[in-house]
């Protein structure tokens, strides 16, 4: 008899100890029903936007406790009672962190084949249409213009900077080890990468963006934002997708140190939810999955195998420890 996993939220996090927050708990395969689809998941995509929903409501409420975590899985159609979808069909849907989940069949969307699984949580999928249309539409880099990017080894921002370069920018990134600005300045082809741990990072950025920043994608917040603000050109455009490093804060998160320079220098700052984007996500997949399939837009996938290493996987995000999309193995394809 098959049964299901799923990681259930039982306490509201402190710090970074998930494990003790979350309980494995094994129970009945569940039954589709009318319209639906079973789906047998295979890859979960771990999120830092996760963490603040185990704490408390953000741009959608707090994650009850005794419930599934939520989250992004792709997988393999297991049953179906949905007329749009065959048994096998490979999909991704909002699983959440289960073994096999069940869901509308018109939330799941059918994936092209040609691509390799990882690469809808690395390169397409939430991570393209965020770096996508956070770049494109808000940040809307122009040719010879210079970007910044943090958390830029990140999903997100290496997808990001990737688009700013193929639009003919100067492209830096900022990332926490040298390995991974190497990967930045090496295979992604960024012009300059610097490391934030190092002590003389904010000189090394300045040389960097001789220029000064005209675009800014925001992933993290805090103390590594504040010497790309001081350089932010007039007219500037910062798009703001994430603020990882306040998220395992218990409080507000504070604003820049001198938010005066964003009127002297008329800048304009906007944060964005990918899903606001989700209806439009087909005018980002022409762009994209093209440019995946040609090679041309790079990916990396850091992989964990095994459903029961979900919550020290997801520790990761917090510490630097991914590079590329993090994401769990928990069945084969």
Same mark, same amino acid.
């Given at each position: 008899?098959?049964?299901?996993?799923?990681w259930?939220?039982?306490a509201?996090?402190?710090?970074?100890?998930?494990?003790?927050?979350?309980?494995?708990?094994?129970?009945?395969?569940?039954?589709?029903?009318?319209?639906?689809?079973?789906v047998?998941?295979?890859? +979960?995509?771990?999120?830092? !936007?996760t &963490?603040?929903?185990?704490? #408390? $409501?953000?741009?959608?409420?707090? =994650? %009850?406790? *005794?419930?599934?975590?939520?989250?992004?899985? +792709?997988?393999?159609?297991? !049953?179906? &009672?949905?007329?749009?979808? #065959? $048994?096998?069909?490979?999909?991704? =849907? %909002?699983? *959440?962190?289960?073994?096999?989940?069940?869901?509308?069949?018109?939330?799941?969307?059918?994936?092209?084949?040609?691509?390799?699984?990882?690469?809808?949580?690395?390169?397409?999928?939430?991570?393209?249409?965020?770096?996508?249309?956070?770049m494109?539409?808000?940040?809307?880099?122009?040719?010879?213009?210079?970007?910044?990017?943090?958390?830029?080894?990140?999903?997100?921002?290496?997808?990001?900077?990737q688009?700013?370069?193929?639009?003919?920018?100067?492209?830096?990134?900022?990332?926490?080890?040298?390995?991974?600005?190497?990967?930045?300045?090496?295979?992604?082809?960024?012009?300059?990468?610097?490391?934030?741990?190092?002590?003389?990072?904010?000189?090394?950025?300045?040389?960097?963006?001789?220029?000064?920043?005209?675009?800014?994608?925001?992933?993290?917040?805090?103390?590594?934002?504040?010497?790309?603000?001081?350089?932010?050109?007039k007219?500037?455009?910062?798009?703001?997708?994430?603020?990882?490093?306040g998220?395992?804060?218990?409080?507000?998160?504070?604003?820049?140190?001198?938010?005066?320079?964003?009127?002297?220098?008329?800048?304009r700052?906007?944060?964005?939810?990918?899903s606001?984007?989700?209806p439009?996500?087909?005018?980002?997949?022409?762009?994209?999955?093209?440019?995946?399939?040609?090679?041309?837009?790079?990916?990396?996938?850091?992989?964990?195998?095994?459903?029961?290493?979900?919550?020290?996987?997801?520790?990761?995000?917090?510490?630097?420890?991914?590079?590329?999309?993090?994401?769990?193995?928990?069945?084969?394809?």
């Open positions: 008899m098959r049964t299901n996993r799923e259930v939220l039982t509201r996090p402190t710090g970074l100890e998930f494990e003790n927050c979350l309980e494995l708990r094994e129970g009945p395969l569940p039954e589709p029903g009318e319209g639906q689809v079973r047998r998941n295979v890859y +979960v995509s771990l999120e830092p !936007a &963490r603040l929903r185990m704490q #408390r $409501e953000t741009y959608g409420p707090a =994650i %009850p406790l *005794g419930a599934v975590v939520t989250g992004f899985t +792709v997988g393999v159609v297991d !049953a179906s &009672r949905y007329p749009g979808l #065959r $048994e096998g069909a490979v999909v991704s =849907i %909002p699983g *959440g962190w289960r073994a096999y989940s069940v869901v509308n069949g018109a939330d799941a969307r059918e994936l092209p084949p040609g691509i390799p699984l990882p690469a809808w949580f690395s390169a397409l999928g939430h991570i393209g249409i965020s770096a996508w249309f956070g494109m539409e808000i940040g809307q880099p122009k040719p010879g213009e210079t970007v910044v990017v943090s958390a830029a080894a990140g999903a997100v921002g290496s997808q990001a900077g688009l700013a370069k193929i639009h003919g920018c100067r492209v830096v990134g900022i990332a926490g080890s040298d390995e991974k600005c190497a990967w930045l300045t090496g295979e992604l082809g960024f012009d300059a990468a610097v490391n934030y741990k190092q002590p003389d990072w904010e000189a090394r950025l300045r040389e960097a963006c001789p220029k000064g920043v005209d675009v800014y994608f925001e992933n993290v917040g805090g103390a590594v934002s504040e010497p790309v603000y001081a350089l932010l050109n007219h500037a455009r910062v798009s703001l997708c994430g603020l990882i490093s998220y395992n804060d218990p409080g507000p998160t504070p604003g820049p140190k001198d938010f005066s320079l964003f009127l002297m220098k008329r800048v700052l906007e944060g964005f939810i990918v606001d984007y989700f439009r996500a087909n005018d980002a997949y022409e762009r994209l999955v093209p440019w995946v399939r040609e090679g041309r837009l790079k990916w990396r996938a850091d992989v964990v195998e095994g459903m029961e290493n979900l919550p020290t996987a997801f520790r990761k995000l917090f510490v630097g420890g991914n590079t590329g999309k993090l994401q769990v193995k928990v069945s084969d394809p």
